[in-house]
Each structure stands twice: as structure tokens, then as C-alpha cells.
């Protein structure tokens, strides 16, 4: 079983930028795909990033690209998500995501794939 929890959030304002974490109680962490989602309110679920096991590639959903940075930390069981210039848009539940599988670059960004989610962490941008 793996545990993931989110920390990191919170109120902030317009121009800010924001790292999230995501810590994994696993002792397997570097066998693991991870992602990050978020879902803004009144809106379904979407990806964010995805951080690949064994190179730790990274893939970023088209709009987020140059937005955010999602990168991993084997050795301290962490993903992060450095999130650059907030905006209001940006609001949302803010959630990681894992999965033992290997996931062609394609599934990456579909929430089924992953089996293992933290609880999440509201991020709110407002001056």
C-alpha cells in the first residue's frame, strides 16, 4: 500500500509562486509513476504532470507547459510541483497520484491509470 500526502498550500496572491509536496510512505518510491492533478471548483479533474519512474522524464499537459515544474525525490520519497506566476485561475485542489505501473507516455495523463491518490491540497489565489 502506499500513502501519499499532499502539503503546501494555501492563500496566495497573484504573481506568487508556490512548490507543493507530495510525501510517499512506500519503501518502493522509485518504482513508482507519479503525477499531479488538480480540480478547480465547479470543474472535473485535470492533469497537470507526470514524472516517470526509473529517468524521471517529465510531461506537462500543453496549456501548463512553462507554468509549472514537477520533479521528483527519490531518495526523500517527495514529488514537488513548483508552480510559477499564480493566477486566480489556478485555484484548485491540488492532487498527486501514483501507480506501480509502467504507463506509455499517452496514459499518463488519465486519472484511471493511477491506483493511489493523496488527499490533496487547496491552493487559492486571490488578492
Known amino acids: 500500500q502506499v500513502q501519499l500526502v499532499e502539503s503546501g498550500g494555501g492563500l496566495v496572491q497573484p504573481g506568487d509562486s508556490l512548490r507543493l509536496t507530495c510525501a510517499a510512505s512506500?519503501?518502493?518510491?522509485?518504482?513508482?509513476?507519479l503525477a499531479w492533478f488538480r480540480q478547480p471548483p465547479g470543474k472535473d479533474r485535470e492533469f497537470v504532470a507526470a514524472v516517470k519512474k526509473f529517468d524521471s522524464g517529465t510531461i506537462y499537459a500543453d496549456a501548463f507547459k512553462g507554468h509549472f515544474t514537477a520533479s521528483r525525490d527519490n531518495a526523500k520519497n517527495t514529488l514537488y510541483l513548483q508552480i510559477y506566476s499564480l493566477k486566480p485561475e489556478d485555484t484548485a485542489v491540488y492532487s498527486c497520484?501514483?501507480?506501480?505501473?509502467?504507463?506509455?507516455?499517452?496514459?499518463?495523463?488519465?486519472?484511471?491509470?493511477?491506483?493511489?491518490w493523496g488527499q490533496g491540497t487547496q491552493v487559492t489565489v486571490s488578492s
Open positions: 497520484a501514483a501507480t506501480k505501473a509502467v504507463l506509455r507516455t499517452w496514459a499518463l495523463a488519465e486519472d484511471e491509470q493511477y491506483e493511489y
Open positions: 512506500t519503501r518502493a518510491f522509485d518504482g513508482l509513476t
